[in-house]
């Protein structure tokens, strides 16, 4: 079901990205986009930057140059915070928790509920963490542990819950799956797939080509911090992705253009 | 994302009304806050044996209370510092050149240029509020040069712990100075007390302010559906906490101002002491200060967003900074509180010695920092209660004092100081893993 996009204003817009650390250029102009309720993969071997260039859009670096325009209009992004405004969610590779806190606090950090004197109303953060919880996973019931004492699959799900809370508009899910098992990959992907349907865009990365050709609309490939090609799935093969991976080049397009 | 493996088997059930649980575990306590207790009485009752009974004296209690003051009330700022995974070796010289400016200030600088008199109780306020302007300025700027420079705190405040000092040294070229002024000195201990009355009406008040939260913190639970406590066990920890207010309370009310002090008072006043007279010291205003700031700063740590921000950034720099905590601007906040209490452990300081001395507060960093330490902060940053650095506090003390008294020589006192420290973080962090994970 390929969508007509021309007309509609992107959700996201990243123009001519760059970044370098010393004298690694960790991204070197990479341009991308993302629709409403679009999945856009990126792909690329270690290294090729796609962590870097999902860090610029969340706010955790700056970009040496380039733009990012949201519903068409250019804006900012200096801090995390900044990226939090705009409905910006990310959940990073490293997921980013406090391990001595527990689920609650971190799911609110940053944005804490408070009481009318200003003081944090931890009793309410743990009632509303319980009831985004039930939603997510139900089995989860670990809210008054620092969350080093949870599994890799329920920190997961604590990074996802503070996506999900906050009303994310814009989503960036860097490797989500990469520490799970089968069966909580499986509930990742249909929480993909509802918070796809309601409307949000995600970023996703993954390793797992086959995954994404199931999951994205588009999948962009980066190698050396340079955009190989965006192409929308039902136009390529898993072979054609792992080339571009590979080799730098979409065979298909290369002979396309000879032909 | 299931966690069926768990939440089964082993483990006591967490259900509200889970049966059979043991008398211990219903009442909920913390298991490090009892054994820091546990370690406090035992060091106390040893003491008292070896004494014949000296080291559990109203007067001992009392003198062992507003020795502690000074040191207790860093320690909750160190708390701080180390949970946010820095250090601070400053405190000590910090607070020789609070001391100083406070001491100047009311003793030299504001009588000449305002030609005010030296007992005029304005000079003791104007000095306190210098003093912790001072405190505050220098602790930020040290958090800045952390903070947004990048420079590690150890070598920051051990630059400090060389420079505060010998600034205080310049502040008054090397000279004590004294005697301070007497509303100044009220914050010292024995020049300022409650008196028996006022002592009871506040550890009354107290008794009941802390019973009312521990209800209130209960029907809060209800109210938000979570399990709670059974109510007779929510009951018997109100008393406890009650009877130990009161009690601390009786024992301070113990200690009688002797006959020859209230005759000089009386006599100042043109009268003579009557017959049977007597009359009790009460809570010292520097004590009332410290559980004014145990407090303050228990609400911070606990209720407040800055406190949440530190505990996450010493858990995890990183994921508070993507959370969007601004992380460096933080630091220099931390520092900034520490400078605000090493100023306030200055005034109890000074006040307590009646003047100023350069080496007011040496070793003070040791102290706190191993107050802080001995009360459970973890070094690794991200772990740390109030309570805590407060009871190491009132250890280190009295181990000190109760070793004095046994007329142990300070060498080996400092020898068995020095490795009680190291055994308390050695038990910590067996407790720790223990219990797992935190
Ligand atoms: N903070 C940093 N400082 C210096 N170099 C960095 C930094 N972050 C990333 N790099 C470099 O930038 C390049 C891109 O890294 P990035 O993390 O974006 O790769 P990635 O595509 O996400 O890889 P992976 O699949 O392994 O997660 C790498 O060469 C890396 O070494
Ligand atoms: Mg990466």
């Given at each position: 079901m390929p969508l007509d996009r021309t007309g509609q204003t992107p959700l996201v817009e990243m123009r001519d990205i760059r970044i370098a650390f010393g004298g690694v250029?960790?991204?070197?102009g990479v341009s991308i986009d993302l629709y409403p309720g679009e999945v856009v993969g990126l792909l690329g071997h270690n290294g090729a930057g796609k962590s870097t260039l999902i860090k610029i859009l969340s706010g955790a670096y700056r970009a040496d140059s380039g733009e990012i325009r949201i519903n068409g209009q250019k804006i900012d992004i200096r801090s995390p915070a900044d990226a939090r405004r705009h409905n910006i969610e990310t959940i990073y590779q490293t997921l980013a928790l406090a391990d001595n806190l527990d689920a609650a606090s971190n799911l609110f950090l940053g944005r804490e509920i408070t009481t009318a004197l200003g003081l944090v109303d931890d009793a309410r953060m743990e009632a509303e963490t319980r009831k985004i919880m039930a939603r997510l996973n139900p089995n989860f019931r670990k809210l008054k542990e620092p969350v080093s004492a949870l599994s890799g699959g329920q920190r997961q799900s604590v990074a996802i819950a503070r996506a999900v809370y906050f009303n994310a508009r814009i989503l960036i899910m860097d490797e989500p799956t990469a520490a799970l098992g089968v069966h909580e990959t499986a509930m990742v992907a249909d929480l993909i797939k509802e918070l796809k349907s309601q409307g949000l865009g995600i970023f996703l990365i993954s390793h797992d080509t086959r995954e994404m050709m199931e999951l994205c609309d588009r999948v962009s490939v980066m190698k050396n911090g340079k955009l190989v090609g965006t192409e929308r799935v039902e136009d390529v093969t898993e072979d054609d992705i792992l080339s571009m991976i590979i080799l730098g080049k979409n065979p298909r397009r290369e002979a396309a253009a000879t032909a | 994302m299931t966690d069926t493996s768990t939440e089964r088997?082993?483990?006591?059930?967490?259900?509200?009304?889970?049966?059979?649980?043991?008398f211990l575990s219903q009442l909920e306590l913390d298991l490090r806050l009892l054994g820091m207790l546990g370690a406090f009485v035992l060091v106390c009752l040893v003491f008292n044996l070896m004494t014949g009974g000296q080291f559990l004296t109203p007067r001992n209690i009392f003198n062992l209370s507003i020795q502690t003051v000074s040191v207790a009330i860093m320690a909750t700022g160190m708390v701080f510092i180390i949970v946010t995974r820095h250090i601070d070796l400053a405190v000590g010289a910090l607070l020789a050149t609070c001391s100083a400016v406070m001491a100047m200030m009311q003793v030299r600088w504001l009588p000449e240029l305002m030609g005010w008199d030296l007992g005029n109780p304005a000079l003791a306020w104007a000095a306190i509020a210098a003093g912790l302007a001072v405190g505050t300025l220098i602790g930020a700027f040290q958090g800045a040069l952390v903070g947004y420079l990048g420079i590690p705190a150890f070598i920051v405040t051990l630059g400090g712990l060389l420079v505060w000092r010998n600034v205080g040294w310049y502040l008054t070229s090397g000279q004590t100075i004294g005697p301070l002024n007497p509303t100044f000195q009220s914050f010292g201990g024995i020049n300022g007390t409650l008196g028996e009355g006022a002592s009871w009406i506040a550890g009354l008040v107290a008794a009941l302010v802390a019973v009312a939260l521990l209800f209130s913190a209960r029907a809060n639970k209800v109210r938000h559906e979570f399990p709670v406590k059974p109510l007779w066990a929510e009951i018997v920890i109100g008393a406890i906490v009650a009877a130990a207010i009161l009690g601390f309370v009786a024992v301070l009310n113990a200690y009688e101002v002797p006959a020859r002090v209230l005759e000089r008072e009386f006599a100042a006043r043109g009268e003579t002491v009557p017959e049977g007279y007597t009359a009790a010291y009460g809570i010292p205003y520097s004590v009332l200060l410290l559980i004014g700031v145990a407090v303050a700063m228990t609400v911070i740590a606990r209720r407040t967003r800055f406190g949440r921000y530190i505990f996450a950034t010493g858990g995890n720099p990183d994921a508070a900074q993507l959370s969007g905590i601004n992380t460096r601007w933080l630091t220099v906040k931390v520092f900034a509180l520490m400078g605000f209490l090493v100023g306030l452990a200055g005034v109890v300081a000074a006040a307590r010695l009646t003047n100023h001395s350069n080496d007011i507060g040496t070793l003070d960093e040791l102290r706190v920092i191993a107050a802080a330490v001995i009360g459970g902060t973890a070094l690794s940053g991200g772990i740390g209660t109030i309570y805590g650095a407060i009871l190491g506090a009132l250890i280190m003390q009295s181990l000190q004092s109760g070793m004095a008294m046994v007329g142990v020589e300070s060498p080996l006192q400092n020898i068995v100081v020095g490795s009680v420290l190291v055994l308390a973080v050695l038990i910590d962090l067996i407790y720790r893993r223990r219990v797992g994970g935190k």
């Open positions: 250029q960790a991204v070197d | 088997g082993g483990g006591p059930p967490s259900s509200p009304t889970a049966p059979s649980r043991s």
